[in-house]
């Protein structure tokens, strides 16, 4: 049987804090997708933002929540997992003057990487190629992986472009405010794709909320909503991502 549909309510959502993803105080691409998606059925989101990893974690542990959000398909989890809300575009990220073309993994052989936690888990092929690269890190804080790079600590990041790109523009901000660096953030980058696009879906404890939330999904996709909103989140970032992220130019 359907499962009927949730009573409108607030709804407490965990999710990780991943600008323009997800901010600290639940604005972002991924925020407006599921907080526009839950107010077309009459509920409010009500984000609790936490750092990457700790969601799912504090999710499973029976934290005081209704919804986790950044699930990836083949991720245990214990609840309603919604139809797949949003595409991440993960790919390489390298400094222009270093003259790395990548296109493939392969053209990491014997280079310095850095990727977020639990990469190897999400990205295709990336377990399989660790061992061909000169060195390899894991990092939940993505703001130290482009620390990394501007300082020429690591050769390539491999992350989602909007994610790489806002952390660029942070340090960006930093230098203009008059903070000192020990590097130039302004240093032209190239971000290629070379990762199909990455779906994460939202677990529900209630099923019938995952039943709004698919629906109501649903009908804001057919509208061009959702494409509207992934669009403005690209626009913004064009001058790094350039034609790279999803089908958006």
């Known amino acids: 049987m359907a499962a009927s549909p949730a009573a409108a309510r607030p709804v407490t959502v965990l999710a990780p804090e991943l600008p323009p993803m997800m901010t600290a105080d639940g604005t972002g691409r991924e925020a407006s997708i599921i907080a526009e998606t839950l107010a077309a059925c009459g509920h ?4 609790k933002v936490v750092p990457f990893g700790r969601h799912w974690n504090e999710f499973r542990d029976g934290a005081q929540a209704d919804a986790v959000t950044t699930v990836p398909a083949g991720m245990e989890m214990q609840g309603a997992r919604s139809a797949p809300y949003i595409l991440y575009q ?4 390298v400094l222009k ?7 493939s ?7 310095r990487v850095v990727t977020f936690s639990g990469a190897p888990d999400v ?6 190629a660790i061992p061909s690269f000169g060195d390899f890190r894991e990092r939940a804080d993505q703001l130290v992986h482009s620390n990394l790079l501007f300082a020429g600590r690591v050769d390539a990041v491999l992350a989602d472009g909007l994610i790489f790109a806002e952390y660029n ?4 901000d930093k230098v203009k405010a008059g903070g000192g660096l020990p590097f130039d953030p302004a240093q032209p980058v190239q971000f290629t794709a070379i990762f199909p696009p990455t779906p994460y879906s939202m677990v529900f404890r209630d099923e019938s909320l995952r039943g709004d939330f698919d629906r109501c999904f649903a009908e804001l996709k057919e509208k061009g909503r959702i494409d509207a909103i992934d669009k403005a989140a690209v626009a913004r970032y064009s001058a790094t991502v350039g034609d790279q992220y999803l089908s958006f130019r």
């Open 44 to 47: 409010e989101a009500r984000f």
């Open 90 to 93: 993960n790919g390489a990220s």
């Open 105 to 111: 993994l392969a053209d990491l052989a014997g280079k």
């Open 97 to 103: 003057s270093s003259g790395l073309a990548v296109t």
């Open 123 to 128: 990205l295709p092929g990336l377990r399989e």
């Open 169 to 172: 523009r942070q340090l960006q």
